[in-house]
């Protein structure tokens, strides 16, 4: 983990980082490409230490991974907290930013596999059942990526 530059904000204990991962429901995706840096909200799921998520089969995230895999991950969730004075307002906070590689996958199973986790996050249980390598074969437009993540910091504030 790297050092925070307000170490008390920092969350140090692994499973309430992989917890915010789980259950926050947009993600955002920065990548980097000669210098230039994009990053893109989307929707996600996160399991045993990998983020996936789908996209098209075409667009800037997938061209910025083929020339760049090296991506950074982020999750907040969190509230204003009004005040009085104009520069009294705070935010509460908890938030986690993942390094790590992104690769598409081609193995028909690992996409049937990510696209079950991602509609058992977001969609009622047990539909995913529905989904098999048939069924995922009719959007010959998705792309499914996997983002291996290296290291990770989760913050809060209030500490």
């Known amino acids: 983990m790297t050092v925070m530059q307000r170490p008390e904000k920092e969350i140090k204990e692994r499973g309430e980082v992989e917890s915010i991962l789980k259950k926050a429901e947009v993600g955002r995706l920065g990548t980097c490409v000669d210098g230039e840096p994009y990053v893109v909200p989307l929707s996600f799921a996160y399991h045993d230490g990998k983020v996936?998520?789908?996209?098209?089969?075409?667009?800037?995230?997938?061209?910025?991974?083929?020339?760049?895999?090296?991506?950074?991950?982020?999750?907040?969730?969190?509230?204003?907290i009004p005040a009085e004075e104009p520069c009294?307002?705070?935010?509460?906070?908890?938030?986690?930013?993942?390094?790590?590689?992104?690769?598409?996958?081609?193995?028909?199973?690992k996409v049937v596999e990510a696209l079950?986790?991602?509609?058992?996050?977001?969609?009622?249980?047990?539909?995913?059942?529905?989904?098999?390598?048939?069924?995922?074969?009719?959007y010959r437009n998705l792309a499914v990526?996997?983002?291996?993540?290296?290291?990770?910091?989760?913050?809060?504030?209030?500490?």
């Open 116 to 138: 079950r986790l991602i509609v058992d996050k977001y969609a009622a249980k047990g539909i995913s059942t529905q989904l098999t390598e048939e069924t995922v074969l009719r």
């Open 52 to 80: 996936v998520f789908h996209c098209a089969k075409r667009g800037k995230k997938l061209d910025n991974i083929a020339k760049n895999p090296r991506v950074c991950f982020e999750v907040d969730t969190g509230e204003v």
């Open 88 to 109: 009294a307002f705070s935010v509460r906070y908890r938030s986690v930013i993942a390094y790590g590689t992104a690769r598409v996958y081609t193995d028909s199973a």
């Open 145 to 159: 990526v996997e983002i291996t993540i290296d290291k990770m910091t989760g913050k809060r504030s209030p500490p």
